[in-house]
DNA sequence: GATATCGGTCAACCTGATTGACCAGTCACC
DNA sequence: GGTGACTGGTCAATCAGGTTGACCGATATC
């Protein structure tokens, strides 16, 4: 009998672990395992609605507004309003953004081709289809 | 490009929820998912140390002793001096907690063969080495 | 006996989230 | 073209599940 939820936790503090590091190494050790997501799902030319990142990460907008308070009061991101729609405001990236998010994209690259090298290609496969089917198939007892 | 550390925390928070709602319906709401490490790996005979505890499900004693004080609480486990060392206690169940324990063996157990049918005997294994590769052979860069 | 280590505890803090309330802007419809 | 419901963003309070650091008394080692 295994505990797979606790495997699963400690599986990912330790990427989250690598990955920080490497982060810090390239220079950003402000930038946070947390802030990848939005990095790489932020809308480079037009910029993103909050509402519409969190959706994406599967968070509240609550806590998709928290990240985005942070990485703007580090000068990732800034908020600008949007010109369809008064209500909303789009989340663009700065240019010291780009360069963050270009590296957190190669860290984060670099992090999965050590873990395929880890594991072998099969069983990394594996793994992501397994991790995919446990978020989606899972809710309904 | 997958963001494997969001992945593997959202399949922990499915798996944890489920966990969960299985043990709220089988008459322990108060029981958590983080619980269920110390239920399974407390000796059941003589009782055991909080630091044992914490180094087999690696967690600080601190963060082991802050369980123990919930479950005490709750009645579920009790503290004893160790006879054969004065400065240690024995975290020991309590007859609420053994079978506390033994039902969360039994959610454990299920959750486990429901996730094996879900994705397969092989994946499952599979899935179960990779994590623990991640866990233990991470840490070096 | 002095000193280092060990088991447990207190305190402060961090991360990554949650729920609930609220406001202003927009949309649909009559 | 006014009314009511919905939507996007925000504030506030809270929670879970940890962390590090300091400390104390008991024990082991020399």
Chains 1, 2 share one sequence.
Do not use: N, W
């Not at 590091?21 to 990095?39: C, I, M, Q, S, T």
């Not at 395929?116 to 991790?131: H, I, Q």
């Amino acid at each position: 009998m295994t505990d797979l939820t606790r495997l699963l936790l400690e599986a990912r503090r330790a990427l989250a672990t690598d990955l920080d590091e490497d982060l810090a190494e390239r220079g950003y050790p402000d930038v946070r395992p947390g802030h990848a997501a939005l990095f790489l799902s932020v809308d480079r030319r037009s910029g993103s609605r909050i509402t519409d990142l969190a959706e994406g990460s599967r968070l509240t907008k609550q806590a998709m507004m928290a990240m985005v308070d942070d990485l703007e009061g580090r000068g990732y991101v800034r908020r600008v309003p949007d010109p369809a729609d008064a209500r909303a405001k789009l989340v663009r990236l700065t240019a010291r953004g780009r360069r963050a998010a270009a590296e957190c994209r190669r860290a984060i690259q670099s992090l999965d081709q050590r873990t395929k090298r880890r594991l072998g290609e099969r069983s990394y496969d594996t793994l992501l289809e397994s991790l995919e089917i446990l978020i989606t198939e899972d809710g309904e007892i």
